[in-house]
Protein backbone atom coordinates (compact mmCIF):
# COMPACT_ATOMS: atom_id res chain seq x y z
CA UNK A 1 0.00 0.00 0.00
CA UNK A 2 2.70 2.56 0.77
CA UNK A 3 4.68 1.58 -2.41
CA UNK A 4 1.62 2.29 -4.24
CA UNK A 5 1.04 5.45 -2.53
CA UNK A 6 4.56 6.81 -3.24
CA UNK A 7 4.17 5.73 -7.23
CA UNK A 8 0.80 7.81 -7.22
CA UNK A 9 2.60 10.72 -5.70
CA UNK A 10 5.56 10.48 -7.56
CA UNK A 11 3.58 10.36 -10.93
CA UNK A 12 1.33 13.45 -9.52
CA UNK A 13 4.31 15.66 -8.72
CA UNK A 14 5.85 14.77 -11.95
CA UNK A 15 2.53 15.90 -13.46
CA UNK A 16 2.27 18.66 -12.00
CA UNK A 17 6.35 20.05 -12.75
CA UNK A 18 5.72 19.16 -16.19
CA UNK A 19 2.58 20.99 -16.81
CA UNK A 20 4.42 24.47 -14.38
CA UNK A 21 7.73 24.01 -17.28
CA UNK A 22 4.87 24.10 -20.14
CA UNK A 23 2.67 26.67 -18.85
CA UNK A 24 5.89 29.08 -17.48
CA UNK A 25 7.21 28.92 -21.19
CA UNK A 26 4.27 29.76 -22.92
CA UNK A 27 2.95 32.23 -20.88
CA UNK A 28 2.86 36.14 -22.19
CA UNK A 29 5.57 37.46 -19.56
CA UNK A 30 4.13 41.27 -21.10
CA UNK A 31 0.77 40.48 -19.81
CA UNK A 32 2.35 39.22 -16.76
CA UNK A 33 4.02 42.41 -15.79
CA UNK A 34 1.27 44.33 -17.31
CA UNK A 35 -1.18 42.88 -14.35
CA UNK A 36 1.50 43.18 -11.83
CA UNK A 37 1.95 46.69 -12.29
CA UNK A 38 -1.90 46.99 -11.54
CA UNK A 39 -0.88 45.08 -8.18
CA UNK A 40 -2.68 41.86 -7.94
CA UNK A 41 -0.87 39.43 -5.34
CA UNK A 42 -1.00 36.48 -7.47
CA UNK A 43 0.43 38.56 -10.48
CA UNK A 44 3.46 39.96 -8.28
CA UNK A 45 4.35 36.30 -7.08
CA UNK A 46 3.88 34.98 -10.45
CA UNK A 47 6.04 38.12 -11.82
CA UNK A 48 8.72 37.40 -9.26
CA UNK A 49 9.73 33.66 -10.73
CA UNK A 50 8.85 35.76 -14.74
CA UNK A 51 11.69 37.64 -13.68
CA UNK A 52 14.09 34.38 -12.87
CA UNK A 53 13.54 32.33 -15.72
CA UNK A 54 16.84 29.74 -15.33
CA UNK A 55 16.28 29.57 -12.08
CA UNK A 56 12.63 28.57 -12.10
CA UNK A 57 13.66 25.89 -14.95
CA UNK A 58 16.33 24.31 -12.92
CA UNK A 59 14.44 24.12 -9.69
CA UNK A 60 11.07 22.53 -11.79
CA UNK A 61 13.79 20.23 -13.64
CA UNK A 62 15.45 19.13 -10.30
CA UNK A 63 12.09 18.36 -8.76
CA UNK A 64 11.12 16.38 -11.90
CA UNK A 65 13.99 14.42 -12.04
CA UNK A 66 13.79 13.46 -8.12
CA UNK A 67 9.84 12.66 -9.03
CA UNK A 68 11.03 10.44 -11.56
CA UNK A 69 13.91 8.45 -9.67
CA UNK A 70 11.05 7.51 -6.83
CA UNK A 71 8.64 6.49 -9.19
CA UNK A 72 11.60 4.09 -11.24
CA UNK A 73 12.68 2.76 -8.22
CA UNK A 74 9.51 2.30 -6.14
CA UNK A 75 7.74 0.65 -9.63
CA UNK A 76 10.22 -1.66 -10.00
CA UNK A 77 9.72 -2.70 -6.70
CA UNK A 78 6.11 -2.90 -6.95
CA UNK A 79 6.38 -4.96 -10.70
CA UNK A 80 8.80 -7.36 -9.33
CA UNK A 81 6.54 -9.81 -7.80
CA UNK A 82 4.72 -10.30 -10.45
CA UNK A 83 7.68 -11.27 -12.94
CA UNK A 84 9.28 -13.92 -9.94
CA UNK A 85 8.46 -16.73 -11.76
CA UNK A 86 9.64 -15.17 -15.49
CA UNK A 87 13.88 -14.92 -13.65
CA UNK A 88 15.05 -17.36 -16.47
CA UNK A 89 13.96 -14.23 -19.24
CA UNK A 90 15.83 -11.49 -17.06
CA UNK A 91 15.72 -9.06 -20.37
CA UNK A 92 12.66 -9.99 -21.47
CA UNK A 93 11.36 -8.72 -18.07
CA UNK A 94 13.27 -5.66 -18.00
CA UNK A 95 12.17 -4.34 -21.17
CA UNK A 96 8.12 -5.91 -20.30
CA UNK A 97 8.85 -3.27 -16.85
CA UNK A 98 10.61 -0.93 -18.96
CA UNK A 99 7.63 -0.18 -21.52
CA UNK A 100 4.95 -0.17 -18.84
CA UNK A 101 7.00 2.32 -16.81
CA UNK A 102 7.62 4.25 -19.81
CA UNK A 103 4.10 4.08 -21.07
CA UNK A 104 2.63 5.49 -17.83
CA UNK A 105 4.67 8.21 -17.00
CA UNK A 106 4.51 9.84 -20.54
CA UNK A 107 0.79 9.48 -20.65
CA UNK A 108 -0.02 10.73 -16.87
CA UNK A 109 3.18 13.15 -16.29
CA UNK A 110 4.48 14.35 -20.09
CA UNK A 111 1.42 14.45 -22.45
CA UNK A 112 -1.39 14.27 -20.51
CA UNK A 113 -0.66 17.64 -18.21
CA UNK A 114 1.85 19.23 -21.21
CA UNK A 115 -1.54 19.74 -23.59
CA UNK A 116 -4.04 20.67 -20.44
CA UNK A 117 -1.23 23.49 -18.97
CA UNK A 118 -0.24 24.91 -22.40
CA UNK A 119 -4.41 25.41 -22.96
CA UNK A 120 -4.45 27.59 -20.29
CA UNK A 121 -1.44 28.65 -19.16
CA UNK A 122 -1.68 31.92 -17.42
CA UNK A 123 -4.89 30.36 -15.95
CA UNK A 124 -3.25 27.47 -14.41
CA UNK A 125 0.36 29.55 -13.50
CA UNK A 126 -1.88 32.21 -11.73
CA UNK A 127 -3.85 29.62 -9.46
CA UNK A 128 -0.62 27.87 -8.78
CA UNK A 129 1.34 31.10 -8.30
CA UNK A 130 1.64 30.26 -4.24
CA UNK A 131 2.87 26.43 -5.29
CA UNK A 132 5.03 27.46 -7.78
CA UNK A 133 6.71 29.92 -6.24
CA UNK A 134 7.29 27.68 -2.73
CA UNK A 135 8.43 25.26 -5.04
CA UNK A 136 10.80 27.43 -6.04
CA UNK A 137 12.06 27.98 -2.74
CA UNK A 138 11.95 24.27 -1.43
CA UNK A 139 14.63 23.50 -4.60
CA UNK A 140 16.44 26.46 -4.99
CA UNK A 141 19.78 25.49 -3.25
CA UNK A 142 19.80 22.14 -5.65
CA UNK A 143 19.24 24.29 -8.75
CA UNK A 144 21.20 26.75 -7.82
CA UNK A 145 24.34 23.79 -7.17
CA UNK A 146 22.66 22.97 -10.74
CA UNK A 147 23.26 26.12 -12.52
CA UNK A 148 26.94 26.57 -10.94
CA UNK A 149 28.33 23.35 -12.80
CA UNK A 150 26.60 24.23 -15.91
CA UNK A 151 27.62 27.63 -15.68
CA UNK A 152 31.32 26.29 -15.06
CA UNK A 153 31.10 23.58 -17.55
CA UNK A 154 30.21 25.92 -20.23
CA UNK A 155 32.79 28.41 -19.38
CA UNK A 156 35.62 26.78 -18.84
CA UNK A 157 35.14 23.30 -20.73
CA UNK A 158 32.85 24.44 -23.49
CA UNK A 159 34.40 28.30 -24.06
CA UNK A 160 30.64 29.49 -24.17
CA UNK A 161 29.66 33.01 -22.02
CA UNK A 162 25.95 31.78 -20.69
CA UNK A 163 23.83 34.88 -21.67
CA UNK A 164 22.36 37.51 -18.91
CA UNK A 165 19.34 37.49 -18.18
CA UNK A 166 16.93 40.13 -19.41
CA UNK A 167 13.71 41.23 -18.36
CA UNK A 168 12.69 43.38 -21.94
CA UNK A 169 9.73 42.37 -23.69
CA UNK A 170 10.56 41.10 -27.31
CA UNK A 171 8.45 41.50 -29.95
CA UNK A 172 6.92 38.23 -29.69
CA UNK A 173 5.72 39.03 -26.21
CA UNK A 174 3.93 42.08 -27.75
CA UNK A 175 2.08 40.05 -30.90
CA UNK A 176 1.18 37.57 -28.60
CA UNK A 177 -0.86 40.15 -25.96
CA UNK A 178 -2.49 42.18 -29.00
CA UNK A 179 -3.17 39.38 -31.58
CA UNK A 180 -4.80 37.69 -28.12
CA UNK A 181 -6.98 40.94 -27.09
CA UNK A 182 -8.08 42.24 -30.90
CA UNK A 183 -9.92 38.74 -31.29
CA UNK A 184 -11.62 39.73 -27.74
CA UNK A 185 -12.49 42.86 -28.89
CA UNK A 186 -13.97 42.13 -32.17
CA UNK A 187 -16.20 38.70 -30.96
CA UNK A 188 -17.69 40.82 -28.50
CA UNK A 189 -19.65 43.03 -31.16
CA UNK A 190 -17.44 46.10 -30.35
CA UNK A 191 -15.10 48.43 -32.24
CA UNK A 192 -11.27 47.32 -31.94
CA UNK A 193 -9.06 49.99 -29.47
CA UNK A 194 -7.46 52.41 -32.08
CA UNK A 195 -3.93 51.59 -29.57
CA UNK A 196 -4.50 47.91 -30.12
CA UNK A 197 -5.15 48.53 -34.10
CA UNK A 198 -2.02 50.76 -34.59
CA UNK A 199 0.05 48.03 -32.50
CA UNK A 200 -1.23 44.84 -34.23
CA UNK A 201 -0.65 46.77 -38.04
CA UNK A 202 2.85 47.72 -36.54
CA UNK A 203 3.62 44.22 -35.89
CA UNK A 204 2.69 42.91 -39.40
CA UNK A 205 4.17 45.94 -41.19
CA UNK A 206 7.66 44.04 -41.80
CA UNK A 207 5.83 40.81 -43.26
CA UNK A 208 3.17 42.78 -45.66
CA UNK A 209 4.19 42.42 -49.42
CA UNK A 210 3.86 45.90 -51.93
CA UNK A 211 1.29 43.51 -53.84
CA UNK A 212 -0.92 43.69 -50.77
CA UNK A 213 -1.92 47.16 -50.45
CA UNK A 214 -0.61 48.71 -53.98
CA UNK A 215 -3.14 50.34 -56.34
CA UNK A 216 -4.15 48.22 -59.23
CA UNK A 217 -3.02 48.79 -62.15
CA UNK A 218 -6.67 49.59 -63.35
CA UNK A 219 -7.03 51.92 -60.99
CA UNK A 220 -4.08 54.39 -62.19
CA UNK A 221 -4.55 57.78 -63.86
CA UNK A 222 -1.84 58.47 -65.89
CA UNK A 223 -1.12 60.76 -69.09
CA UNK A 224 1.56 60.40 -72.01
CA UNK A 225 4.18 62.71 -72.04
CA UNK A 226 3.60 64.51 -74.71
CA UNK A 227 0.09 65.68 -74.19
CA UNK A 228 -0.86 69.26 -74.45
CA UNK A 229 -0.63 71.16 -71.27
CA UNK A 230 -3.94 72.15 -71.64
CA UNK A 231 -5.24 68.67 -71.56
CA UNK A 232 -3.10 68.05 -68.75
CA UNK A 233 -4.92 71.11 -66.74
CA UNK A 234 -8.03 70.05 -67.77
CA UNK A 235 -7.32 66.40 -66.30
CA UNK A 236 -5.88 67.32 -62.84
CA UNK A 237 -9.46 69.53 -62.62
CA UNK A 238 -11.63 66.67 -63.70
CA UNK A 239 -9.86 63.99 -61.48
CA UNK A 240 -9.21 65.98 -58.56
CA UNK A 241 -6.08 64.63 -58.05
CA UNK A 242 -3.29 66.57 -57.04
CA UNK A 243 -0.42 64.38 -58.66
CA UNK A 244 -0.69 62.11 -62.25
CA UNK A 245 1.80 59.71 -63.17
CA UNK A 246 3.83 60.12 -66.79
CA UNK A 247 4.32 57.49 -69.17
CA UNK A 248 6.01 56.95 -72.31
CA UNK A 249 3.73 55.41 -74.90
CA UNK A 250 1.81 52.95 -72.21
CA UNK A 251 1.36 52.56 -68.69
CA UNK A 252 4.05 49.92 -68.87
CA UNK A 253 6.54 52.91 -69.52
CA UNK A 254 5.87 55.11 -66.51
CA UNK A 255 8.74 57.83 -66.73
CA UNK A 256 7.81 60.09 -63.41
CA UNK A 257 4.99 62.23 -62.18
CA UNK A 258 3.68 65.86 -62.70
CA UNK A 259 2.17 67.49 -59.40
CA UNK A 260 -0.77 70.13 -60.07
CA UNK A 261 1.24 73.40 -58.74
CA UNK A 262 4.41 73.15 -61.34
CA UNK A 263 1.29 74.02 -63.65
CA UNK A 264 1.49 77.34 -62.06
CA UNK A 265 5.22 77.81 -63.06
CA UNK A 266 4.09 77.51 -67.02
CA UNK A 267 6.59 75.20 -68.01
CA UNK A 268 6.90 74.48 -71.80
CA UNK A 269 6.08 70.93 -71.77
CA UNK A 270 5.86 68.25 -68.64
CA UNK A 271 9.49 67.03 -69.44
CA UNK A 272 10.33 70.17 -67.64
CA UNK A 273 8.19 69.65 -64.77
CA UNK A 274 8.65 65.65 -64.26
CA UNK A 275 9.50 64.34 -61.12
CA UNK A 276 11.28 60.67 -60.40
CA UNK A 277 9.72 57.94 -59.39
CA UNK A 278 11.18 54.94 -58.05
CA UNK A 279 10.54 50.99 -59.18
CA UNK A 280 9.66 48.21 -56.68
CA UNK A 281 9.11 44.58 -57.33
CA UNK A 282 5.37 43.16 -55.58
CA UNK A 283 7.45 41.31 -53.80
CA UNK A 284 8.99 44.21 -51.85
CA UNK A 285 8.07 44.44 -47.76
CA UNK A 286 6.66 47.66 -46.22
CA UNK A 287 9.32 48.85 -43.93
CA UNK A 288 11.51 48.36 -46.82
CA UNK A 289 9.49 50.23 -49.22
CA UNK A 290 9.34 52.93 -46.49
CA UNK A 291 13.07 53.03 -45.90
CA UNK A 292 13.62 53.43 -50.04
CA UNK A 293 11.10 56.16 -49.66
CA UNK A 294 12.99 58.33 -46.69
CA UNK A 295 16.42 57.60 -48.39
CA UNK A 296 15.61 58.53 -51.88
CA UNK A 297 13.27 61.26 -50.43
CA UNK A 298 9.95 60.42 -53.13
CA UNK A 299 6.61 59.73 -52.32
CA UNK A 300 5.46 56.86 -55.22
CA UNK A 301 6.68 53.83 -56.33
CA UNK A 302 5.71 51.81 -59.26
CA UNK A 303 5.28 48.47 -58.52
CA UNK A 304 6.39 46.23 -61.21
CA UNK A 305 4.99 42.30 -62.39
CA UNK A 306 7.76 39.34 -62.75
CA UNK A 307 7.98 40.86 -66.73
CA UNK A 308 9.20 44.54 -65.44
CA UNK A 309 5.48 45.32 -66.34
CA UNK A 310 4.02 47.92 -64.15
CA UNK A 311 1.45 45.88 -61.56
CA UNK A 312 0.46 49.41 -59.55
CA UNK A 313 1.73 51.72 -57.50
CA UNK A 314 2.19 52.88 -54.12
CA UNK A 315 1.97 56.06 -52.10
CA UNK A 316 3.64 57.30 -48.85
CA UNK A 317 0.08 57.75 -47.93
CA UNK A 318 -0.81 54.05 -48.71
CA UNK A 319 2.58 52.41 -46.73
CA UNK A 320 1.47 54.66 -43.73
CA UNK A 321 -1.60 54.15 -44.08
CA UNK A 322 -0.85 50.14 -43.11
CA UNK A 323 -0.03 51.58 -40.00
CA UNK A 324 -2.41 53.76 -38.63
CA UNK A 325 -5.27 52.83 -40.85
CA UNK A 326 -7.13 54.91 -43.41
CA UNK A 327 -6.47 58.53 -43.86
CA UNK A 328 -9.00 60.32 -45.31
CA UNK A 329 -8.62 62.96 -47.76
CA UNK A 330 -10.91 64.89 -50.13
CA UNK A 331 -10.75 61.90 -52.85
CA UNK A 332 -11.68 59.56 -50.32
CA UNK A 333 -15.04 60.97 -48.93
CA UNK A 334 -17.12 59.13 -50.97
CA UNK A 335 -17.81 55.41 -49.79
CA UNK A 336 -17.25 52.36 -52.57
CA UNK A 337 -20.48 51.25 -53.69
CA UNK A 338 -21.83 48.11 -51.85
CA UNK A 339 -25.36 47.22 -51.42
CA UNK A 340 -27.98 44.22 -51.53
CA UNK A 341 -30.22 45.07 -54.47
CA UNK A 342 -32.27 41.75 -53.92
CA UNK A 343 -32.34 38.59 -52.10
CA UNK A 344 -28.86 37.12 -53.09
CA UNK A 345 -28.15 39.69 -55.31
CA UNK A 346 -25.28 42.32 -54.57
CA UNK A 347 -23.98 45.08 -56.23
CA UNK A 348 -20.20 46.27 -55.24
CA UNK A 349 -17.57 48.62 -56.33
CA UNK A 350 -14.74 46.80 -58.12
CA UNK A 351 -12.33 48.51 -55.78
CA UNK A 352 -13.38 46.28 -52.61
CA UNK A 353 -11.07 43.91 -51.09
CA UNK A 354 -12.64 40.02 -51.41
CA UNK A 355 -11.58 39.99 -48.30
CA UNK A 356 -13.91 42.90 -46.32
CA UNK A 357 -16.54 41.53 -48.79
CA UNK A 358 -16.40 38.09 -47.66
CA UNK A 359 -16.58 39.21 -43.98
CA UNK A 360 -19.19 41.58 -44.18
CA UNK A 361 -21.56 40.54 -46.67
CA UNK A 362 -21.08 36.61 -45.50
CA UNK A 363 -20.10 35.61 -48.90
CA UNK A 364 -17.27 33.03 -50.23
CA UNK A 365 -15.45 34.77 -53.22
CA UNK A 366 -12.00 32.78 -53.51
CA UNK A 367 -9.38 35.04 -52.22
CA UNK A 368 -5.39 35.06 -53.59
CA UNK A 369 -2.07 36.75 -53.30
CA UNK A 370 -2.52 37.51 -56.76
CA UNK A 371 -5.64 40.05 -56.29
CA UNK A 372 -7.12 41.89 -53.41
CA UNK A 373 -10.17 43.68 -54.88
CA UNK A 374 -13.37 42.43 -57.10
CA UNK A 375 -12.13 43.99 -59.47
CA UNK A 376 -8.62 41.77 -59.76
CA UNK A 377 -10.31 38.42 -59.20
CA UNK A 378 -12.10 39.26 -62.18
CA UNK A 379 -9.64 40.46 -64.19
CA UNK A 380 -7.72 37.01 -62.68
CA UNK A 381 -10.88 35.12 -63.89
CA UNK A 382 -11.55 36.23 -67.24
CA UNK A 383 -7.54 37.36 -68.30
CA UNK A 384 -8.77 40.42 -70.06
CA UNK A 385 -10.99 43.33 -69.09
CA UNK A 386 -14.14 42.52 -69.60
CA UNK A 387 -16.60 45.12 -70.90
CA UNK A 388 -19.90 46.01 -70.12
CA UNK A 389 -22.49 42.74 -69.76
CA UNK A 390 -19.92 40.29 -69.30
CA UNK A 391 -20.78 37.53 -67.18
CA UNK A 392 -17.96 35.77 -65.14
CA UNK A 393 -19.06 32.99 -63.41
CA UNK A 394 -17.75 30.82 -60.59
CA UNK A 395 -18.76 27.61 -58.63
CA UNK A 396 -20.82 29.87 -56.77
CA UNK A 397 -21.46 33.04 -58.15
CA UNK A 398 -22.36 35.16 -61.32
CA UNK A 399 -20.25 38.40 -61.89
CA UNK A 400 -21.99 40.90 -64.70
CA UNK A 401 -19.97 43.86 -65.36
CA UNK A 402 -22.88 46.48 -64.95
CA UNK A 403 -19.90 50.11 -65.06
CA UNK A 404 -17.06 50.19 -66.84
CA UNK A 405 -14.93 53.36 -67.81
CA UNK A 406 -11.82 53.68 -70.47
CA UNK A 407 -9.75 50.36 -69.49
CA UNK A 408 -11.02 50.21 -65.93
CA UNK A 409 -14.30 47.76 -64.15
CA UNK A 410 -16.09 49.93 -61.96
CA UNK A 411 -19.26 48.16 -60.90
CA UNK A 412 -20.24 44.64 -60.58
CA UNK A 413 -23.18 42.75 -59.83
CA UNK A 414 -22.89 39.63 -57.69
CA UNK A 415 -25.61 36.80 -57.75
CA UNK A 416 -25.74 33.19 -56.21
CA UNK A 417 -26.07 30.66 -57.90
Known sequence: MQITTIIIASILFSALFSGLEMAYLSINKLHVELERQKGGWNYRVLGYLVDRPAAFIAAILVGNNVALVLYGN??????????????????????????????????????????????????LMKVLS????????????????????????????????????SNDFGRVELDHYVRERVPKTVEGDEEVDPELEIFKNALEFPETKAREFMIPR???????????????????????????????????????????????????????????????????RADEILNLFTKEKRNIAIVLDEHGGTSGIITLE????????????????????????????????????VGDINEKWGLSIPESENYNTLGGYILDVHQSIPTKGTVVRSDQYLFIVEKTTSNRLEEVLVKAI
Open 74 to 123: YMHQFMEPYFEHWSAFDYLVLLVETSISTIIILVFAEFLPKTIFRQNAEG
Open 130 to 165: VPAYLIFWVLRAPSALLLGVSQFFLKYIFRIEAEEE
Open 218 to 284: TEIEGIEVNTDLKEVHALFIESGYSKLLVFDENIDKIIGYVHAFELFRRPENLQRVLRPVSFIPESM
Open 318 to 353: DVIEEIFGEIEDEHDAEALLEKEVRPNEWLFSTRLE
